[in-house]
């Protein structure tokens, strides 16, 4: 999921969908992540983008992003930080794509997380 973007001030579908299409592949070349060559042929990493829910005036929409493999979703998302350095996508941020299940269980692992701390028990993270 791509949040952040700008949306597209065109009236025609085709034209906001090339729009976005192309953001979303100058992200993914800003991040470093190129196209993944196998035998003869190169693969594209980006298949599929789509806007998530109805255009209303107001904040951007998300963007849900359908990549060619899942080796490719946690590289893109391991080096979602190069992003922060970039002058023209610097405010994108990047997440993967998670159903309700998994929201809640890392909901509950944070709640977990903070509480732990807050007892005062050192973390692997803390030594």
Do not use: C, F
């Not at 090339?18 to 298949?47: D, F, N, P, Q, R």
């Not at 350095?85 to 929201?103: A, F, G, M, W």
């Amino acid at each position: 999921m791509v949040y952040n973007l700008q949306e597209s001030n065109s009236t025609t579908v085709e034209d906001r969908r090339k729009y976005h299409s192309y953001h979303i592949k100058s992200i993914v070349e800003e991040i470093g992540v190129k196209e993944v060559t196998g035998g003869t042929e190169a693969t594209e990493v980006v298949v599929n983008v789509l806007k998530v829910g109805k255009a209303v005036p107001g904040p951007d929409r998300p963007v849900k992003v359908v990549l060619s493999s899942s080796r490719l979703v946690k590289e893109i998302i391991k080096k979602k930080s190069n992003l922060k350095k970039s002058e023209v996508y610097s405010k994108i941020n990047l997440e993967s794509d998670l159903t309700p299940k998994q929201r809640e269980n890392l909901r509950k692992l944070r709640g977990e997380l903070i509480q732990r701390k807050d007892n005062g028990e050192k973390l692997p993270s803390d030594i």
